[in-house]
């Protein structure tokens, strides 16, 4: 019997919706089993911050469409000196954080009075501290946060191994990874340009060969994201998985090289991976995103190539689309559907963007940049701990400064307040045009000043 075409819709529709039903749930099932350590993290989640994140994404869609007007007295309070005196306050909790040896521990936990266990250590956030005590250095002149930065080199120094005499990285846990090499170059190259002191030169260029080395392991101009992993050489291949944050701090360290020692070999490399990374999947990575804003701005800086501004403005568009920009939300300037400290790696990059369009006269960019990095800034101050916010805790001395890890999550990490004080830094030099304290050593340092126009404020 022929079926009437109701009925063949019917069946149709029916099928339709079956075949969706199981893409629904093998997606699903394939999601929270590749990225396991975000679902369990989401499903620990409360019911309202889940809420949250559902309308703070539907916020971000529509303002990509239709931006809204920043609303100026939102951040007002966001001045160069409130900013420089959080800045201070940061990396004075930092110093507190910091043992003999040099190492700082990982995090506190203010309401339980409770320290991290040596085994929950991140050799990255060990070498991002330092990185951002020597930019305080730089702004203020104090000599601590120097010391600081080199106690920690110390510190991580023990756990550098050479490789065929020219080549070196830090093994730490049975691991030795991209972002560990890079990292504390940063720091090395930091205090050579702030100094003049040519005392790591040996070092930093055995660990750039390592980088390049890395990079030659594909063929493609991609970085290698680790050298072994427990034992093995192919971890990526063998698990699937390149690191995103990793590419942009081993370009900010070639950048640095480049600048302090002229070796066309460092440029080359960071072409060879600017015509890998500029593949817009690859690029659009949030994790990707600021570093490596940070690595074309120098090397911007130092050739005045337009491409390297191009990608530069390019990235720096696409991390804002991230921002929270509802003036009436609580969470006000802060990036992503779960707000946290994780803003002030965002602020970075865009600190280092600010300064580049400055460069390239673009005045509307400028102006706007500036605005959202304020807005940024706004909402890291909700999240350090300060006088007012002291009173219920145990020993309220040592929570003083910290970054928070959110408005709901209270614990203070080292590298939520690392980012947050060299976001500030950024902020100082960049968005309000402050000089640096400390004078340059014999090498200058990567970025030079620009005049500033008070009456833009």
């Known amino acids: 019997m022929k079926l009437i075409p109701s009925k063949k819709i019917l069946r149709w529709s029916g099928i339709l919706l079956l075949v969706l039903l199981l893409l629904g749930i093998g997606g699903g099932y394939y999601l929270t ?41 939102r951040y007002a309070h966001v001045t160069a000196d409130a900013l420089e005196q959080r800045m201070r306050l940061g990396a004075d909790w930092l110093l507190g954080m910091q043992e003999p040896s040099g190492r700082f521990q990982y995090w506190y936990q203010p309401t339980e009075d409770r320290f991290s266990h040596k085994s929950t250590d991140n050799f990255l956030r060990q070498a991002g501290t330092s990185f951002s005590l020597t930019l305080v250095y730089e702004m203020t002149g104090d000599g601590r946060y120097l010391e600081g930065a080199r106690a920690n080199l110390r510190y991580l120094s023990q756990f550098m191994k050479l490789r065929d005499g020219d080549k070196a990285y830090f093994l730490f846990k049975g691991k030795a990874k991209l972002g560990w090499i890079s990292l504390p170059m940063l720091t090395m190259l930091k205090i050579r340009c702030l100094t003049g002191s040519t005392e790591y030169d040996g070092t930093l260029k055995k660990l750039a060969n390592m980088i390049l080395f890395l990079q030659e392991k594909y063929g493609t101009g991609q970085y290698k994201s680790t050298y072994i992993y427990l034992g093995d050489y192919e971890y990526e291949k063998h698990k699937g998985w390149e690191s995103r944050i990793y590419p942009g701090e081993a370009l900010f360290a070639l950048a640095g090289m480049y600048h302090a020692f002229g070796d066309p070999k460092y440029k080359q490399s960071m072409d060879w991976a600017f015509e890998f990374y500029s593949a817009k999947k690859r690029w659009r990575h949030h994790a ?38 509802d003036s009436d939300d609580e969470v006000y300037g802060s990036f992503h559907g779960l707000p946290s400290a994780n803003t002030g790696s965002y602020l970075e990059g865009l600190g280092d963007a600010i300064h580049l369009v400055h460069s390239t006269g673009d005045q509307k960019r400028w102006q706007r940049y500036r605005a959202h990095a304020r807005m940024g800034y706004r909402w890291l101050f909700l999240l350090q701990y300060t006088e007012d916010e002291l009173n219920d805790l145990k020993r309220p001395e040592i929570a003083f400064g910290g970054i928070r890890q959110s408005l709901f999550e209270n614990q203070l990490r080292i590298d939520n307040t690392q980012h947050a004080i060299s976001s500030f830094a ?13 004078a340059h050593g014999h090498a200058p340092c990567s970025t030079k000043q620009h005049s500033f126009d008070k009456r833009t404020d």
């Open 288 to 325: 990707f995103l600021s570093w490596t804003i940070s690595a074309f701005t120098s090397l911007y800086d130092q050739t005045q190539e337009s491409k390297y501004a191009d990608y530069v403005v390019q990235l720096s568009d696409h991390l804002l689309t991230q921002q929270n920009l």
């Open 426 to 438: 950024r902020g100082l030099r960049y968005v309000f045009g402050k000089q640096p304290a400390r």
């Open 33 to 73: 089993h590749r990225y396991r350590r975000e679902w369990n993290y989401w499903q620990n989640l409360p019911r309202s911050v889940k809420r949250l994140a559902i309308e703070l994404e539907i916020e971000r869609v529509i303002h990509r469409l239709f931006p809204p007007t920043p609303v100026p007295e």
